[in-house]
């Protein structure tokens, strides 16, 4: 399944990229998230890796993410993986007219069971990717 979401955001692109790409942030912005926290020391940059609490409805998920390409300013790309699902996050950012606009897109794969809820939750978690957006611009909102 894949999410797809572009938002502009007020703020100049170094400011969003380093907010944005430091998923220890994304509880800050992210309504799913419930937690976020970075696995070890150092700045950001590719083999990073972060552990997030993935809220879905009433229940929580244990995810793991590690950056797997960084373009400093421009790209960063998350690879996660829970129990029942792998995501590939790419957010891409442009600067323009004075802001940013960011491009977020999302493709998750369920596994086991999980694969076959797919019709049934696709227009809940696409409403889960147009939240995630909405809280990253109210979040870098000046």
Do not use: C
């Not at 170094?14 to 509880?27: I, R």
């Not at 409805?57 to 244990?62: D, L, N, Q, V």
């Not at 891409?92 to 086991?112: H, I, K, P, Q, S």
């Amino acid at each position: 399944m894949r999410l797809h979401e572009r938002r502009k955001i007020a703020r100049p692109v170094e400011e969003v990229f380093a907010f944005t790409a430091d998923f220890a942030n994304a509880e800050k912005w992210d309504p799913g998230v419930a937690y976020s926290r970075r696995v070890g020391s150092g700045e950001p940059g590719v083999g990073a890796e972060f552990d997030l609490m993935v809220s879905f409805g009433s229940r929580e998920f244990p995810m793991t993410y590690e950056i797997t390409a960084w373009e400093d300013g421009s790209r960063v790309v998350l690879e996660g993986i829970g129990e029942n699902i792998r995501a590939v996050d790419e957010i891409r950012f442009e600067a323009r007219d004075g802001g940013t606009v960011v491009d977020y897109t999302a493709v998750l794969t369920f596994t086991n069971w999980m694969r076959f809820l797919i019709p049934l939750i696709a227009p809940l978690l696409n409403r889960v990717g147009e939240r995630a957006l909405d809280g990253l611009v109210d979040a870098l909102q000046p």
